[in-house]
């Protein structure tokens, strides 16, 4: 069973930094690109980053192009987000998917 757990979420001003992570389990997570998503207030799920299997491809939605950086562990079957300078815009609940499969999402919200 595909399993993808997200973290590090939380309030964080503009200007400042943040780190997501995921842990993946069940699948093998080395064989896979991985996407991460977000779902900002009433509106629909937009895709934000991907990454290739190996970690050495990466590409990046225009809106976080730039301030947001993807990595990815498979020793530890886990992946990264580093958010710099994220602004009110990037308030949402973000989502580590694989495939079909999502996470729980983690909550972070920009302000000030």
């Known amino acids: 069973e595909v399993q993808l757990v997200e973290s590090g979420g939380g309030l964080v001003q503009p200007g400042g930094s943040l780190v997501l992570s995921c842990a993946a389990s069940?699948?093998?997570?080395?064989?896979?690109?991985m996407n991460w998503v977000r779902q900002a207030p009433g509106k629909g799920l937009e895709w934000v980053s991907t990454i290739d299997p190996g970690g050495s491809t990466t590409d990046y939605a225009d809106t976080v192009k730039g301030s947001f950086t993807i990595s990815r562990d498979n020793a530890k079957n886990t992946r990264y987000r580093q958010m710099n300078s994220p602004k009110p815009g990037d308030t949402a609940v973000y989502y580590c998917?694989?495939?079909?499969?999502r996470g729980q999402g983690t909550q972070v919200t920009v302000s000030s």
């Open positions: 998917q694989h495939r079909g499969s």
């Open positions: 069940g699948f093998t997570f080395s064989s896979y690109v």
